[in-house]
């Protein structure tokens, strides 16, 4: 059977690539025999990679972030190599390599090796200054009064103090971070801008483009459509959200601030309805419930939980994340898991990207393709996921204890709604900051940040405020050219939703379909997603899963609302 559905795996991706097969047998057993050379290399080399850049997070000691450092370097080493690149180059370029699946496995290799092929002490010192960077983020904590606030702290004072000087000291001590990694993050800059103009590109912005198979044109002409598909629409929700803020904040619409958002960047939906979509989740185990749903899809995830760190400690990163260890199984999430709405979203969020990984992907693909398509795609699936969290029948099915459902299903509803317009607002932000901090790094950062904020998200620039609030986003400094992948991945979620809506409850209203304990959901995943692994591109994929290419018209839907 496995082999049957990898069989429609390779005829689809000829298909939608348009492949004629002119291949040489020859040059076909060469390139097989390179994958399986670059497994046997890579795959002891990035396993313990990632073992180190777990044990770093969990711990946050010094000497883990030099264990980390010293694993990269190796990985470096190894895709810098100007012979091995210049083999893959020559059989990529030769197009007779007649098994797509190998050609492919040749691409991906051949993408991860052109990254390298600058020198290597520029390599290094990228990495060194990433870890320093990560380490700062991972051990900062927020200071108010001599007293270390814990993100969720923050979050809790943002969300519910009527103290509009409070939020503010607790707003602006968050930022500080920011401060304290500024240099850094320029000086990263300058070197990933140096790394990429060596390999033949503008700037380090169009060259992790290039990397990740995606076309700047293209990426900025989806993102204007975007920005004029939400903007009316996000006017009418902030308008909204700023007449319950102002009422709950005690001040004039017209003096609402940055710190007044519950969110230290305004990506979310403040907590500003009247019903309190926390209260379901602080009496119950929100880690056993995530087991519950996705073991109730076919999707089991306890060996996941078994191995993952999913509670605050001192000096853990207080961020979340999925691991793949392996590619053979051993994938890990790391939470801060508190009783509420986010960190249940959370938690779905970080097991969907569990369940696309080496969990869920044939072990018989070749070792570079066992993973998932690309970013945008396993967002998406974490994504579809979480928006579950914010849905009564749900939580309900899934053993919660809802008060006043009116209540809940409205405030819920337009939580969920303004979620997706302001995260949408969010990452044109994100988007277009990076984009011109790498064109540009000699400009004023901090007034392109606050402009960009102040036209997409409609936020107030804090009056003479010059501080690097830019660097505070840990995406930016040790994640970059990620973000835009978000938004992507929240339109193939909306998308791949309706899909299932469609294929699975033969045509329900995609706003009731939750997948509870119904595993057709795991086996049209395991299909249409998983099984690919990464033999297709994002965009054959995106139409192999939901039958057209990516597009905006199912998030509209969403967002909409009723």
């Known amino acids: 059977m496995l ?9 689809v991706l000829l298909a939608c690539l348009h492949i004629v097969v002119r291949g040489d047998e020859a040059t076909t057993a060469e390139a097989r025999k390179v994958v399986a050379d670059f497994e046997a290399k890579f795959k002891p080399l ?69 990254e390298k092929q600058v020198p290597a002490d520029l390599l290094r010192k990228i990495v060194e200054k990433m870890n320093e960077v990560e380490k700062k983020f991972n051990v900062f904590r927020a200071n108010v009064d001599g007293k270390e606030l814990t993100d969720n702290q923050v979050r809790n004072v943002l969300r519910g103090s009527r103290s509009s000087k409070d939020r503010q000291r607790v707003w602006e001590a968050s930022k500080k971070v920011g401060e304290i990694v500024e240099a850094d993050l320029k000086e990263l800059v300058r070197l990933r801008n140096q790394a990429a103009q060596k390999l033949g590109f503008k700037n380090f912005h169009d060259l992790q483009l290039f990397l990740n198979e995606q076309d700047s044109d293209e990426l900025m002409k989806l993102f204007d459509e975007l920005d004029e598909l939400t903007r009316e629409p996000f006017i ?93 199984g051993d994938v890990r999430v790391l939470c801060n898991v508190v009783g509420n709405e986010q960190w249940m979203s959370t938690l779905l969020h970080e097991f969907g990207h569990a369940v696309y990984s080496s969990k869920y992907i044939p072990d018989s693909l070749p070792y570079v393709l066992r993973a998932e398509s690309h970013i945008l795609t396993t967002e998406g699936i974490a994504m579809m996921f979480e928006r579950l969290a914010k849905k009564r029948a749900w939580i309900e099915k899934m053993g919660g204890v809802v008060v006043n459902p009116k209540a809940f299903d409205e ?9 997706l317009l302001i995260f949408s607002r969010w990452c044109q932000v994100m988007l277009r900051f990076e984009k011109a901090m790498y064109e540009n790094p000699e400009q004023d950062l901090s007034d392109l940040w606050w402009g960009l904020v102040e036209k997409y998200q409609m936020l107030k620039r804090p009056e003479g405020r010059k501080a690097p609030d830019y660097a505070s986003k840990i995406h930016i400094v040790v994640a970059p050219v990620y973000y835009h992948n978000y938004m992507m991945g929240e339109l193939f979620a909306s998308q791949l939703h309706h899909a299932i809506a469609k294929e699975v409850y033969k045509g329900a209203d995609p706003k009731t379909v939750i997948y509870v304990k119904n ?27 939901t039958g057209e290419p990516l597009s905006a018209k199912a998030f509209a839907a969403d967002f909409k609302g009723e």
């Open 411 to 419: 405030a819920a509803d337009k939580m969920q709604r303004y979620q």
């Open 46 to 114: 990035e396993t313990a990679a990632n073992l180190a850049w777990w044990q770093a997070n969990i711990t946050g000691r010094e000497e883990d972030f030099k264990k980390k450092v010293e694993a990269q370097n190796k990985i470096d080493d190894m895709l810098a190599d100007p012979k091995a690149f210049a083999k893959i180059k020559a059989l990529k370029q030769s197009k007779k390599i007649d098994d797509p699946i190998i050609a492919r496995a040749i691409d991906v290799i051949y993408l991860k090796y052109l």
């Open 519 to 545: 595993e057709q959901v795991g086996r049209f995943l395991r299909a249409k997603v998983f099984n690919p692994g990464k033999t297709m591109t994002w965009n054959v994929l995106t139409k192999f899963a």
């Open 3 to 11: 082999m049957m559905r990898l069989g429609v795996v390779v005829l």
């Open 236 to 328: 009418a929700a902030k308008k909204d959200i700023d007449k319950r803020l102002a009422l709950q904040c005690r001040v004039r619409v017209d003096d609402l601030m940055p710190w007044h958002y519950h969110d230290p960047f305004f990506q979310q939906t403040p907590a500003v309805f009247e019903g309190n979509i926390d209260a379901p989740y602080q009496k119950i185990d929100l880690v056993k419930i995530t087991q519950d749903f996705y073991n109730g899809i076919n999707l089991p995830v306890d060996s996941v939980v078994a191995r993952s760190d999913l509670f605050e400690k001192r000096g853990k990163s207080p961020h979340a994340f999925c691991i793949d260890i392996d590619r053979d």
